[in-house]
Structures are given as C-alpha cells and as structure tokens.
C-alpha cells in the first residue's frame, strides 16, 4: 500500500526539478540572503552588551538549523492555493484519502531542497564555526511532532479557506503573520521581553519550530517540549479531521 505514497511523492519531487536544477538556485540564494544579515544581527547584538538568556553559539545554532529546515519548521502545502483553480476537487477524485495525497506531494517538493541546500550547508557548518550537532536525541521525536503539528495547522487552515469562501491569499496572509511570530521561528522565545517566554511557549504554535529548535540548542528540556507537543498534536489534529469532514461540503471553487 505504501508504494502509492513513494510514487505520489516521487512525481512531486520531479515536477520540482523538471526544469532543472538551475532552477532552484534563486530560492537558495533567498535562504542565503535571509540567513547572513539574521545571523550578523544576533552577533551585533551579543556584541552590543544586550544581555539575553541565550549565547551567541545558541543563536546562531538557532538560526542556522531554521534556515536549513525552514520548511519543516511551519508546514506550508499546496492547499494553501489550490482552493481557487479547481485543484482542490482532484484530491477526491484520487484512489487515495485526502490527507494522504497533500502529505505525501509535500514531503516529495521538499526533498530537492534539503539534498541541494540543507545537506551541504550542514557538512559547511563547521567551517562557519556554527554548533551543528544537537546535544540530546531528543530532537527527533521532537522534529517528527512539529513536522506533524505543521500538517494539521495546514487543513486547519484549509478549513478556514473553505469556510470564507476561498479567500486564500487572505487566509494564507493572516496564517503567515501569525505562525512567523508564535512559532518562534523567526525570535526565539528566550529573548523576547517581559517574560514571554514563559506562557508563549506554550500556546499551540509555539509546539512548531520554535519548541524543536529550542529543543536542539540546549535551551529547554525534552520534558518541557515533548508533552505539550504531542498534546497540541491530538488536539489539533482531531479538530482538523473533524471540521475538515464538516466543511469539505462547502468548498466552491468556479462556482462549482
């Protein structure tokens, strides 16, 4: 059964460098560019005499291993678009469950990226005397919980486009400014200001990239991270499923 996933998420990884690999390389200079002048503001700021509960070494882990896994850390899928040109309707035409089909397709696009960015990026990491190894396995679980987490934000939010009658830019726009800052992708908890930390970490965007990357720079414990990941993972999740299947229904597309 589960040579119908490998196949859907192969044709997605070939769609993805059907062009070719030159293709690819604007989106590599992207996470470049974003990466350099993110990394010089923690230095400037360490430097400054600004004192935060993380060192430089974390920081910069911190920023270096979201830059690498940018795409695990929030989940984005093609539903985020598909609701408005009638692709949506092929997913229930398929031979396979819905949910399935978006997971698998996604995994296979992100293939390319990890092999042609993350991959030497990370073996370059010494050579940038960026700390690359995570100090506990704990990270593992960890990442498949926040890659998880990130799958059922997704058909939350499809659910949401549906709903509103396929605004999806509008729904992709509100979920982007929220995810980038909750999540703690983009400012780690740590550092934010007035004791943040102390509760955002625990809101259910918070058990996305932020609760793994922290995770993997020493900066929380696995016993603070994993539980409340895995409870976000069944609330979510069963909201997804359960106003997915009330919503599906609804969905228009063309006026159809």
């Keep these: 059964m589960i040579h119908k996933y490998m196949a859907t998420a192969r044709m997605a990884l070939q769609s993805k460098t059907g ?12 996470k ?15 430097e400054s005499g600004y004192e935060v509960e993380m060192s430089v070494s974390q920081l910069l882990s911190y920023t270096y291993v979201n830059a690498l896994l940018t795409d695990l850390m929030v989940v984005n899928t093609c539903l ?4 408005y040109d009638t692709r949506s309707m092929e997913l229930f035409t398929r031979p396979m469950p819905v949910f399935a089909q978006v997971i698998s ?10 092999l042609l960015f993350s991959l030497p990026m990370f073996l370059a990491a010494p050579l ?28 939350l939010f499809y659910c949401v486009t ?70 976000w993972n069944i609330v979510i999740w069963i909201a997804a499923a359960v106003w997915f ?9 063309f006026g159809g």
């Design 162 to 231: 549906i709903r509103l009658r396929n605004v999806s830019w509008l729904t992709y726009v509100i979920r982007s400014a929220v995810t980038s800052f909750f999540s703690g992708t983009v400012i780690p908890f740590k550092i934010l200001p007035f004791g943040m930390d102390k509760w955002i970490q625990y809101q259910p965007f918070g058990s996305l990239g932020g609760a793994f990357l922290s995770l993997y720079v020493g900066n929380t414990k696995a016993s603070e991270i994993i539980p409340v990941q895995l409870f």
């Design 19 to 30: 062009g070719g690999v030159l293709y690819m390389f604007p989106d590599i200079g992207i």
């Design 245 to 253: 299947r009330r919503s599906r229904e609804r969905m228009v597309s």
């Design 80 to 83: 985020s678009a598909w609701n």
């Design 32 to 46: 470049v560019v974003y990466l350099v002048p993110v990394m010089f503001i923690w230095k400037s700021l360490a």
């Design 105 to 114: 397709r996604t995994v296979g696009e992100w293939v390319p990226m990890l």
């Design 128 to 155: 940038l005397k960026i700390r690359i190894l995570p100090g506990t396995l704990w990270v593992i679980p960890s990442l498949l919980l926040s890659v998880s987490l990130g799958f059922a934000f997704e058909f």
